[in-house]
């Protein structure tokens, strides 16, 4: 499977939800960490879910 997804990147579930970045790819998953209300989380999602993140631009368009 080919992805432009990297590490480093910032992402968005494609449903939506809180911009993250990808702290690694495993495989197929790619590990994303993010903040809500100053707590950290870190987890991971497989690839196809993910798009990247344009930035709030992106939200309305």
Request: some cysteine; glycine content about 8%; hydrophobic content about 40%.
């Amino acid at each position: 499977m080919s992805s432009d997804i990297k590490v480093g990147d910032a992402v968005r579930l494609k449903t939506g939800g809180a911009s993250m970045t990808v702290e690694s790819i495993e495989g197929w998953k790619a590990v994303c960490v993010w903040r809500d209300n100053n707590k950290p989380y870190r987890e991971p999602y497989p690839l196809l879910v993910l798009r990247a993140d344009a930035g709030p631009a992106a939200e309305t368009a």
